[in-house]
Nanobody, 116 residues
Framework: QLQLVESGGGLVQPGGSLRLACAAS????????IGWFRQAPGKEREGVSC????????YYADSVKGRFTIFRDNAKNTVDLQMNSLKPEDTAVYYC?????????WGQGTQVTVSS
């Protein structure tokens, strides 16, 4: 079965950190653009960050630049999102997406809640 699975969400205080992981089952993350998106209650899904596994080029939304880092963990075969200096407005369900000209896979999402 071809699927993406996110992990690492949870409850964290403002200023804290979380690391999300996106793992592929049934296919390789090679030759895909892997993106992290998020959707807060009552809001549209928005792009947070992405990485091309072909050349490791990256993109960050302005709202997370300098706080979030996307990278491949080759040992675990995942694409991770390290989130530092978290703010309450980062609260959302975070989704992983793997895309290329032939594929477009989405995970089920993982909840991130930033609250004191």
């Amino acid at each position: 079965q071809l699927q993406l699975v996110e992990s690492g969400g949870g409850l964290v205080q403002p200023g804290g950190s979380l690391r999300l992981a996106c793992a592929a089952s049934g296919f390789t993350l090679d030759y895909h653009v892997i993106g992290w998106f998020r959707q807060a209650p009552g809001k549209e899904r928005e792009g947070v960050s992405c990485i091309s596994t072909s050349d490791d080029s990256t993109y960050y939304a302005d709202s997370v630049k300098g706080r979030f880092t996307i990278f491949r963990d080759n040992a675990k075969n995942t694409v991770d999102l390290q989130m530092n200096s978290l703010k309450p407005e980062d609260t959302a369900v975070y989704y992983c997406n793997a895309w290329n000209s032939a594929n477009d896979y989405w995970g089920q999402g993982t909840q991130v809640t930033v609250s004191s």
